[in-house]
């Protein structure tokens, strides 16, 4: 009974590479969400995905920052040409359904850092 | 827009004691609530939820009452264990159920033998 799949778990990244993140969500569920978490800070929203097709991403810097969740395979949260200020940790969610009260299964997390 | 604001800095307390975690929210319309818990390592988890006013969601002896008069919805347990230090996040979904939740910071607790 896997719940949210994130990997890797921790990335390191140097300035000007790109970062992959990879979210499996829970068996059944067609709604994905991006969080990131900066130190000391609460989780901020940046994109809500249902299978291939973005449906708000009104918290995603509008440069460097790219989200999928294909029809098949896992999603994906790109980060190019990554810089020190991306240094955070990244949390996928998942729902099996859009509704009021309906319940966000997190992953675990991605700790990105970049030096 | 939608906003949580917790209580500021880290609790501290002994076992046994009586925790409250203070949250308040700004939101148009009638939001759900939810208290999600952060264990060492770990994802967020569900602890409770509410999805209208006077609602009282409660968990593992945590509870928390959805204030529309007040817009807060603070979180209680009445004797804490060792096994409750984790930090603890207040969030909202809004009104038109998209499921994006807005995240107050988090509160530390930890709990001392």
């Known amino acids: 009974n896997a719940g949210v799949m994130q990997n890797p778990r921790h990335l390191v990244r140097r300035r000007g590479q790109e970062a992959r993140l990879r979210c499996s969500p829970v068996?059944?569920?067609?709604?994905v969400y991006w969080y990131r978490q900066l130190p000391e800070e609460g989780l901020k929203f940046m994109v809500y995905?249902?299978?291939?097709?973005?449906?708000?991403e009104s918290g995603m810097p509008k440069e460097r920052f790219s989200a999928e969740f294909p029809k098949e395979g896992p999603s994906i949260l790109r980060i190019q040409q990554v810089v020190r200020g991306d240094s955070a940790a990244y949390f996928c969610?998942?729902?099996?359904?859009?509704?009021?009260?309906?319940?966000?299964?997190f992953g675990q997390g991605t700790r990105l850092t970049v030096v | 827009g939608d906003s949580v604001t917790q209580m500021e800095g880290p609790v501290t307390l002994s076992e046994e004691a009586f925790l409250t975690i203070n949250c308040t929210y700004t939101?148009?319309?009638?939001?759900?609530l939810f208290w999600y818990v952060q264990y060492p390592g770990e994802g967020l988890q569900l602890l409770l939820k509410?999805?209208?006013?006077?609602d009282k969601g409660s968990n593992k002896g945590f509870e928390a009452t959805y204030r529309k008069e007040t817009t807060s919805f603070h979180l209680e347990k009445g004797s804490v264990q060792v096994s409750d230090s984790a930090v603890y996040f207040c969030?909202?979904?809004?009104?038109?159920?998209?499921?994006?939740?807005?995240f107050g910071k988090g509160n530390q607790v930890v709990v001392i033998p």
């Open positions: 969030a909202l979904s809004d009104y038109y159920g998209n499921n994006r939740l807005a």
């Open positions: 969610a998942s729902s099996l359904r859009q509704g009021e009260g309906t319940e966000a299964f």
């Open positions: 068996k059944g569920h067609s709604h």
């Open positions: 509410a999805t209208k006013a006077d």
């Open positions: 995905l249902q299978k291939e097709n973005i449906i708000d």
């Open positions: 939101a148009t319309g009638y939001p759900s």
